[in-house]
């Protein structure tokens, strides 16, 4: 794989189908088990019960083969075959546009009946016990540290995509998904920002904690106090640079909101 196209892949969202995989999703029958107040499925009509059996003339098999006519196009109305309780008749649902990260999508406010039953031989619990928890979260936090230095080496020798820098908008964005999915997934969430945090800190830039350690170590090898002037020098150097970085985010989070 030439450089391009390897860094290609490291665009938000574009790994997966680039290397040719997809998530394997369990089977969701297309039995419509909630309807969210005021969506296009409740203004036609549509109750709880009813299965969806073709849209826009294609049949639909699961939930998730519906999912995948209806996100691409949101604005767009769509024909509906719909059974209720052994009768079929046809519906025009306009399908409403949302945002989802960085683009817009189509949904019409319907959710399966089925919850996503993963059988039990996909599923893997692991316990800890007091002690072996604190190894495996010193690990853990260890693995994700440098996994961090990483992606910001990556990030500034351009192996690495800067879109994948995220300001406090995007980070806002995350944090409701994910406590959304479930107390687990927002705590997750929070020590992933949390150490991502902690490694920033440690940078080698004036205003930040590490900078200071470059002060120190710099003050060893002179002998004595650095001068105010480089002090202040350096602490502007760091301002400047940790402004760019920041509006640099905040770029990316805006051009996401509003591509």
């Known amino acids: ?65 519906m999912v995948k006519i209806v996100q691409p196009s949101p604005g767009k109305t769509l024909m509906f075959a719909v059974d209720r309780k052994g009768e079929q008749f046809d519906v025009a649902i306009e399908v409403e546009a949302q945002r989802e990260g960085d683009r817009m999508i189509g949904r019409i406010g319907i959710q399966p009946a089925a919850g996503l039953a993963v059988p039990a031989s996909m599923r893997t619990v692991e316990r800890f016990g007091p002690v072996n928890a604190v190894g495996r979260a010193i690990e853990k936090t260890w693995d994700m540290s440098l996994l961090t230095v990483r992606m910001i080496w990556n990030v500034a020798t351009g192996d690495v995509s800067v879109k994948n820098l995220s300001g406090p908008i995007n980070i806002a964005e995350y944090a409701g998904f994910s406590a959304r999915q479930g ?77």
């Open 1 to 65: 794989m030439v450089e391009g196209d390897r860094r290609a892949l490291t665009e938000p969202g574009a790994l997966m189908s680039g290397l040719g995989f997809d998530f394997w999703y369990p089977t969701i029958p297309t039995e419509i088990g909630k309807i969210v107040p005021g969506s296009p499925a409740e203004k036609v009509g549509l109750r709880i019960g009813d299965r969806v059996v073709a849209v826009a003339g294609q049949p639909v098999a699961d939930f998730q083969a």
């Open 183 to 259: 107390i687990l997934s927002f705590l997750s969430f929070l020590a992933v920002v949390s150490v991502s945090l902690f490694v920033l800190n440690l940078l080698p830039i004036p205003i930040l904690d590490g900078g200071q350690v470059v002060y120190q170590l710099a003050e060893v090898v002179k002998g004595s106090p650095l001068s105010e002037r480089a002090q202040a020098v350096g602490q502007q150097i760091g301002i400047l640079l940790l402004l760019m970085l920041m509006s640099f985010a905040f770029y990316n989070d805006l051009s996401r909101l509003f591509s």
